[in-house]
Each structure stands twice: as structure tokens, then as C-alpha cells.
């Protein structure tokens, strides 16, 4: 997917509209990167883009799952209700944004220059070291209020999903009451086409409400060096800029883009957590049996 998050970002800093629809749109910029770049042009910046995906969502559901054991107290306790799933994933997603911000800006500058430019990164350690001797360390976190704006985008997420998955479980148990058929721990699992359209369904809705902070931070990182006279020095700034020049929409550049990467890749990392989640689930208990059993 890492040509459609090379287009998202190039959408965002852009200030004119593309013509065609959203399917136009991604042929002609593709076609127009592969011309004029030749293949690798299409996967510049890929080293710091799966830096950048594999740390973040490690780190998130490292903590995530690690503030939902706390609060319901090793399991044991009440299930969540959705405002403290929405708050266990904001402290989450907060704590993920801060460390990971580096290698975002890294990202949006890589993608948003050439690599036969002089003055490119070339890869993700160069860009740190070019970065912290050019700007400092303030340079390594630039937009990471934004980032933390956009903690509300995994919070509204994930606290969607685990309302849709938590129902998807009360249906089972439901259904497998009907059929005179006891629950057990092999049953908390649900079809990967669910885990799909429940995982598509909390990112499409959180994405739609929150994406106009993405934009921002982009144009916020992809401005180097900064000066005082940048029209996306700050954030208000970047704000004024881009409803001056470009309205409303100028703030939902690159979404439909977004939805046609995001989608799938979401999809596809949340049913191969759960499925993983659940065979080492499924693989702890054998070995208590086994231990159980032995003694």
C-alpha cells in the first residue's frame, strides 16, 4: 500500500485540485511519479514508512492491551464500557504519538522530495541526523500537537470496534445458548469477515471525523527549513492559509486516496491480530491443562 500513502501526502501539501475523480486521480499520479521517477520513485521514503507503521501500532497495542488489563484488573473485573475503552485508547495513541513522531516527519519530507534532489533524505537515519544539526530537536517532534490531535482518530476507532466486537460475541453466545451448546474459551473468536467489516467499518467512521488534522500536520512537516515568514509555520497559521486559499475542502485533500490505502491495510492488520491474539490465547491454555493435568 505504500504508493497510496506516497499520494495521500503529496495530496495534502499540494494547494491545486487534481482533475478526475478519486480513481482518475490515483492513475494519473502514479502513471506521472512512474515517468518521471522510474519505479523507485513510487516506493521513496518506504524504509521510514514501515519504521514508522511497525513501531506505531507495536507500540499501541503493547499499551493498549497493557491499560485494558489494568483497568479491568487482570480480567477478573467488569467488561469496559465504551468511554473507557475511548480513554485507554487516547492514552494509548497519546503515548505512541509522541515516541514515533520523528520518523514521521521523516516520512512527509521523503515523500514530498525527489531523491536526485541534493538536498534529500536518504533514508531514515540521514533525515534524523540532517534534521536534529539543521533544526534541533524541535524539528524531530515538528507537529506533534497535531499528532496529538489526532489521538481522537484511534480513540474514536478503537472504542467503535470494541462495541462492534464486543456485540458480535454477546450474538455467538446468544446463538450457541440456542443450539444447547456451552461457551468456552475456543469460542471467543469471530469469522475473519466480521473482523473485516468491524475493523473497516471504526476506521472509515474515525477517519472521516478526524482527517482534517492530518492535512495540517502534513503541511506543517513538510515545511523546511522554518522561518518566521512560513505560511505553515504553526498551526493557526497553517489553519488561516488553507481556508484562505482553498476553503472547506482544501482541508480533506488526499481522502479519498486515504480510504482506498487505509482501508485494506487496517483491515488486514486487525484480522491477523485477532486470529494471532487468539491462537496464542488458545496455546496458554493447552499449557495450563498440560500443567494442571501433570499435577
Not at 82 to 101: D, K
Request: glycine share 10%; with cysteine; aromatic share 10%.
Amino acid at each position: 500500500m505504500h504508493p497510496l500513502d506516497l499520494l495521500k501526502v503529496k495530496f495534502q501539501v499540494a494547494t491545486e485540485e487534481p482533475k478526475g475523480n478519486v480513481g482518475q486521480q490515483i492513475w494519473l499520479a502514479l502513471k506521472g511519479i512512474k515517468h518521471n521517477e522510474g519505479w523507485r520513485g513510487l516506493y521513496r521514503g518506504v524504509g521510514p514508512n514501515i519504521a514508522g507503521n511497525a513501531s506505531s501500532w507495536g507500540l499501541y497495542f503493547l499499551f493498549y492491551n497493557d491499560l485494558k488489563r489494568r483497568a479491568t484488573n487482570n480480567g477478573t473485573g467488569p467488561p469496559l464500557s465504551a468511554g473507557q475503552y475511548l480513554l485507554c485508547s487516547a492514552q494509548a495513541s497519546a503515548v505512541t504519538a509522541v515516541i514515533t513522531n520523528p520518523i514521521w516527519v521523516v516520512k512527509v519530507r521523503m515523500f514530498t522530495s525527489r531523491a536526485d534532489n541534493p538536498t534529500a533524505y536518504r533514508g531514515l537515519w540521514d533525515g534524523f541526523r540532517t534534521i536534529y544539526r539543521s533544526e534541533g530537536i524541535r524539528g524531530l517532534y515538528r507537529g506533534t500537537l497535531l499528532a496529538l490531535v489526532g489521538v481522537s482518530n484511534g480513540a474514536v476507532q478503537f472504542m467503535m470496534y470494541e462495541e462492534m466486537k464486543k456485540w458480535g460475541f454477546e450474538r455467538k453466545r446468544r446463538r450457541m445458548e440456542r443450539e444447547g451448546k456451552a461457551y468456552t474459551a475456543s469460542d471467543d473468536h469471530l469469522s475473519n469477515t466480521s473482523y473485516t467489516v468491524m475493523s473497516g467499518g471504526s476506521k472509515l467512521a474515525a477517519l472521516t471525523l478526524t482527517y482534517p488534522y492530518q492535512v495540517i500536520r502534513s503541511r506543517m512537516q513538510n515545511t523546511t527549513p522554518v522561518t518566521s515568514t512560513s505560511q505553515n509555520s504553526t498551526i493557526i497559521s497553517t489553519i488561516k492559509h488553507t481556508y484562505r486559499n482553498e476553503g472547506p475542502r482544501g482541508f480533506y485533500r488526499g481522502l479519498g486516496t486515504n480510504l482506498v490505502r487505509v482501508l485494506p491495510g487496517t483491515c488486514v492488520t486487525f484480522v491477523c491480530y485477532e486470529n494471532l491474539a487468539w491462537l496464542l490465547k488458545r496455546a496458554a491454555a493447552r499449557r495450563e491443562e498440560r500443567a494442571e493435568g501433570s499435577s
